[in-house]
């Protein structure tokens, strides 16, 4: 947001908010939702391919001891905070291509929605 408050050459202390910021340039879809819509496509495709390096790194775990922090985020973490869903029950729908991509464009439709409240958040 803040690449395009600088675009439209709005001070950062002038109370905007983002929706009004978003209907100003006319965009319709925001980047991170469209970025989480791949990731999901993407997803479905590795889940559907039975016999694929990417399914073992996807789905596969590391043996050992992680080290110390924060855990990081992990691609399987954002598919299942996307779908609030688990990874098996995210396999087992992606197996359905039609039924993979309702969800999956669910999932964004939810994200991109705007909110009027949101004030001048920066992302």
Same mark, same amino acid.
């Given at each position: ?17 983002? #929706?009004?910021?978003?209907? %100003?340039? &006319?965009?319709?879809?925001? *980047? $991170?939702? =469209?970025?989480?819509?791949? +990731? ?17 790194? #996807?789905?596969?775990?590391? %043996?050992? &001891?992680?080290?110390?922090? *924060? $855990?990081? =985020?992990?691609?399987?973490? +954002? ?45």
């Amino acid at each position: 947001m803040w690449c395009w408050r600088r675009l439209l050459r709005i001070p950062w202390t002038a109370f905007r908010t983002n #929706v009004s910021i978003l209907e %100003e340039l &006319k965009v319709k879809e925001r *980047l $991170s939702s =469209t970025m989480q819509k791949r +990731i999901l496509e993407f997803f479905g495709h590795i889940t559907r391919n039975k016999h694929s390096m990417e399914l073992l790194v #996807v789905q596969g775990k590391v %043996e050992g &001891k992680r080290s110390r922090g *924060l $855990s990081p =985020t992990r691609w399987t973490d +954002i598919i299942k905070a996307a779908t609030q869903t688990s990874i098996v029950q995210c396999s087992r729908n992606a197996e359905d291509r039609d039924k993979w991509r309702r969800i999956a464009g669910a999932a964004v439709a939810k994200e991109n929605v705007p909110s009027s409240t949101t004030t001048i958040c920066q992302e």
